[in-house]
C-alpha cells in the first residue's frame, strides 16, 4: 500500500500570498488531519476531515483552512502569509477518526515564509 | 496548547542500555499514543494505549498507563543507534495533543 503523499514537498513564498497544500491519504482511509510543526510551539493540531466533513478544529486564525473531497483526499489554504507560518506541516490519514486510531503521517511539507 | 508533556526532554544513552521516557496530561482522555519522529522516516506511530489498559508491549517498547497520575512511560529496551530519534506522547482529548517531545540520543 501507498503512503501518506504531500506535495509539494518544499515552498517558499512571501508575507500576503496564500498557499494551498495538498495531502493524499492511504487508500481506504476516510480521516485526514493537518498538523503544523514549528522549533518553538512543536506539533500542533490545524483540523481533521472525516468524510469531507471536517470534524475538529485546533486553534489557529481563520487564515488557515481545509477541505476534503469525495476521494479522501485534502488540501489546506493558508490565506495572507505571515513570516509565523513557517513550518513542517505534515498530514495523517487514519481508517477512522484520528485521534481514536492509528495514524499514518506524510513527509511533510516544508513551507518558507520570506 | 499542548496536552501531553514529555520528560525528560532530552536523554542520552550508550547502545544496549534500556531509555525510559514518560509523559503527563492534564485531563481525562481515552487513549494515549506514542510517535517517533526523525529525519528518515518521519512521524511514525508506535503504540496505543487506551484508558482502561495499564501496559502494552511492542517489541522492545514497553509503555505503561496511569490513568490516576494522569501519566504514561515508553521503555525501549537494549537500545540501538537506529533508535535516535524525537518521541512524542499524544493524547485525545477530542483531538490530537502532542507535546514537546523527548530528544533519544543512543550512542554506538
Redesign the interface.
Known amino acids: 500500500k501507498a503512503g501518506v503523499t504531500q506535495t509539494p514537498r518544499y515552498l517558499i513564498k512571501t508575507r500576503g500570498q496564500q498557499v494551498t497544500l495538498s495531502c493524499s491519504p492511504i487508500s481506504g482511509h476516510r480521516s485526514v488531519?493537518w498538523?503544523q510543526q514549528t522549533p518553538g510551539q512543536?506539533?500542533?493540531?490545524l483540523f481533521?476531515y472525516f468524510s469531507e466533513t471536517q470534524r475538529?478544529?485546533?486553534?489557529f486564525p481563520g487564515r488557515f483552512s481545509g477541505r476534503q473531497f469525495s476521494n479522501s483526499r485534502s488540501e489546506m489554504n493558508v490565506s495572507t502569509l505571515e513570516l509565523g507560518d513557517s513550518a513542517l506541516y505534515?498530514c495523517?490519514s487514519s481508517v477512522g477518526q484520528?485521534?481514536?486510531?492509528?495514524?499514518?503521517?506524510?513527509?511533510?511539507t516544508r513551507l518558507t515564509v520570506l | 496548547s499542548q496536552q501531553g508533556e514529555e520528560d525528560p526532554q532530552a536523554l542520552s544513552i550508550q547502545e544496549g542500555e534500556n531509555a525510559t521516557m514518560n509523559c503527563s496530561y492534564k485531563t481525562s482522555i481515552n487513549n494515549l499514543q506514542w510517535y517517533r519522529q526523525n529525519s528518515g522516516r518521519g512521524l511514525v506511530h508506535l503504540i496505543l494505549i487506551r484508558s482502561n489498559e495499564r501496559e502494552k508491549h511492542s517489541g522492545r517498547l514497553r509503555v505503561t498507563l496511569d490513568t490516576s497520575k494522569k501519566s504514561s512511560s515508553l521503555l525501549i529496551t537494549a537500545s540501538r543507534a537506529a533508535d535516535t530519534a524525537s518521541y512524542f506522547c499524544a493524547t485525545d482529548d477530542n483531538d490530537m495533543r502532542f507535546g514537546a517531545g523527548t530528544r533519544l540520543t543512543v550512542k554506538p
Do not use: D, R
Open positions: 488531519s498538523y512543536g506539533l500542533q493540531f481533521e475538529n478544529k485546533g486553534n505534515l495523517a484520528g485521534v481514536y486510531n492509528e495514524q499514518f503521517f506524510g513527509p511533510g
